[in-house]
């Protein structure tokens, strides 16, 4: 009964591979994020999806792809890993555009 | 866009001691400051948050008060205990046009001594 769920919990990955992360909310908010969280813990937004409306951060590389397939879920989809992305990311989803309920965190090692 | 500053990076305190961290933000429209607690290896998670239209409020230990004419709100812990420990962020957005989110600012290590 978690109410934002991500998986999987912990991705090691070659350089140059595609991987996906799932993010999933039971609390029928409208609005889905994905946070990049550096090794200095520093919290940065990615992605923020609401009704169909994406708002990208310019300084995300386009090798990063979000993908909802309904308002419960917001895929994080990656090619070509690079050394730099390994970090946590989070999803996250809000019933206002302000509290944030995030989910347990998914840890990226490129190798 | 917005940005966020926060002071400072580590803090150590003894047991029972008073925590105090300061954050400053950049944009005037900016008018919901949420403060969000970490702790090692799990996610962040809400602890408390003020308004633009609120000076201070205060749940338990925890305070946090707003300047506004200065751009800066702090978060106050009183009588700390070891399960204060943990990364604190400030964050601030303008709520109902924020549809970019939260901005964080860089954390804060709280250090509880026995």
């Known amino acids: 009964d978690t109410a934002v769920s991500q998986t999987p919990k912990y991705l090691v990955t070659q350089m140059g591979n595609d991987k996906s992360i799932k993010c999933e909310q039971n609390l029928g908010h409208d609005t889905m994020y994905w946070y990049k969280q550096d090794s200095k813990k520093f919290l940065k937004i990615m992605f923020s999806?609401?009704?169909?409306?994406?708002?990208i951060n310019e300084t995300v590389p386009n090798r990063f792809s979000p993908k909802s397939p309904d308002k419960a879920h917001l895929n994080l989809h990656i090619n070509s890993l690079e050394l730099g992305d390994s970090a946590v990311y989070f999803c996250?989803?809000?019933?206002?555009?302000?509290?944030?309920?995030f989910g347990s965190g998914t840890q990226l090692s490129v190798l | 866009g917005e940005n966020v500053e926060q002071h400072p990076s580590t803090l150590s305190v003894q047991e029972g001691d008073s925590a105090v961290i300061k954050c400053t933000y950049s944009d005037s429209a900016s008018n919901y400051f949420p403060w969000y607690k970490q702790e090692l290896g799990k996610r962040p998670q809400l602890i408390i948050d003020i308004r633009s239209n609120v000076g201070e409020k205060k749940d338990q230990r925890i305070a946090v008060t707003l300047n506004k004419t200065a751009k800066h709100f702090s978060l106050h812990i009183t009588e700390t205990q070891p399960e204060d420990s943990a990364v604190y962020f400030c964050a601030a957005t303008y709520s109902g046009g924020g549809a970019d989110g939260l901005t964080f600012g860089k954390g804060t290590h709280l250090i509880i001594q026995p």
């Open positions: 999806y609401n009704n169909k409306e994406l708002i």
């Open positions: 996250a989803s809000s019933p206002n555009r302000e509290e944030l309920f």
